[in-house]
């Protein structure tokens, strides 16, 4: 890349895991680039604010800025830290921070440019581009900046990024849907050139500034999960291709369905009762989000699975 420096907010929200997600800060590292960190903080009890700023100050031309409302400064390798109320969940942490960035964007102001003979105003943007990212994810060297090229090369479009575990089984990344069965699957890296994600994993997402200054943040409905899945769709529909990256970014484990409410070891009161919990699928959310991006009909059938897989133990 050549130019001018590209410049990039990383955001994550985080609870209770403060080796986790310094460890993960740790591991972006790009000095090609201007990165600048957004961590929402759910109340953690663990000293996650405290190990924050200490990663953050050890170098000396960092800025931490604890704030609930404050706009962002435009300078290198700032970390802000966004308290949160301790109920706010992943989905939730993740709104917060987008919602921060766009007040933010709204504050920046315009600049006039000269494109030919004409003067033309133009909005300010805090930064090139938002990477969503999930705080246990371990990077890659230089994986910020591949993105970028692969952005550029898809016509400045949205780019999610494959991950995989220690043993290097794919985790997350891209998501393809059968439409009609409103079936998911992960794509595979060998099939990134082939065409785009039908969705996303957000725990690793490119996005560019134009765009999502445009898409807004996430829907209000989700507290904890399927707000990336949505947000996915919701680009698709503006139509944007989201472009899965032709490499892995980092490792990731993929979650265990130990302990929750797929875990066939447990009771069906237990699988139940973890089921309408805020991290496992309650009924509002999951039909909500059906019916927003599959229908009426599929979102009736797919309402009534879970509690079937519970009846017949699968």
Do not use: F, H
């Given at each position: 890349m050549s130019g001018k420096i590209q410049s990039v907010c990383v955001?994550?929200?985080?609870?209770?895991?403060?080796?986790?997600?310094?460890?993960?800060?740790?591991?972006?590292?790009?000095e090609s680039l201007r990165i600048d960190y957004l961590v929402v903080d759910d109340a953690s009890s663990d000293g996650t604010r405290a190990a924050l700023r200490d990663w953050n100050n050890t170098d000396t031309d960092n800025v931490t800025r604890d704030t609930n409302e404050e706009p962002l400064r435009k300078s290198k390798g700032i970390l802000h830290i966004i308290k949160g109320s301790g109920s706010l969940y992943w989905a939730g942490g993740m709104r917060k921070g987008m919602e921060f960035l766009l007040n933010a964007d709204k504050k920046a102001g315009e600049t006039v440019v000269k494109e030919g003979d004409k003067l033309i105003r133009r909005r300010v943007?805090?930064?090139?581009?938002?990477?969503?990212?999930?705080?246990?994810?371990?990077f890659y060297p230089g994986i910020i900046r591949k993105m970028i090229e692969r952005s550029k090369s898809k016509g400045d479009m949205p780019v999610t990024g494959a991950t995989r575990d220690k043993k290097g089984k794919a985790s997350?990344?891209?998501v393809?849907?059968?439409?009609?069965?409103?079936?998911?699957?992960?794509?595979?890296?060998?099939?990134?050139?082939?065409?785009?994600?039908?969705?996303?994993?957000?725990?690793c997402f490119l996005l560019p500034w134009e765009i999502f200054r445009e898409a807004g943040a996430f829907?209000?409905?989700?507290i904890h999960s399927l707000a990336d899945h949505d947000y996915g769709f919701t680009l698709?529909?503006?139509?944007?291709?989201?472009?899965?990256t032709d490499f892995y970014v980092g490792?990731?484990?993929?979650?265990?369905i130990k302990g929750t409410w797929r875990d066939r070891t447990l009771s069906r009161s237990e699988r139940l009762k973890k089921k309408e919990s805020v991290k496992g699928l309650p009924r509002k959310q999951w039909y909500y989000y059906l019916k927003k991006n599959f229908g009426s009909r599929q979102a009736i059938w797919h309402s009534i699975t879970p509690y079937l897989r519970i009846l017949f133990g699968k």
């Open positions: 955001l994550l929200t985080t609870y209770n895991r403060a080796d986790v997600t310094i460890k993960a800060l740790n591991s972006i590292d790009d943007k805090p930064y090139d581009y938002l990477l969503l990212i999930n705080d246990d994810v371990v997350y990344g891209g393809i849907y059968d439409m009609k069965k409103a079936k998911p699957r992960q794509m595979d890296i060998s099939e990134a050139e082939e065409y785009p994600v039908d969705t996303i994993n957000c725990n829907d209000s409905m989700y698709s529909n503006m139509g944007y291709d989201i472009w899965l490792e990731c484990e993929d979650n265990s």
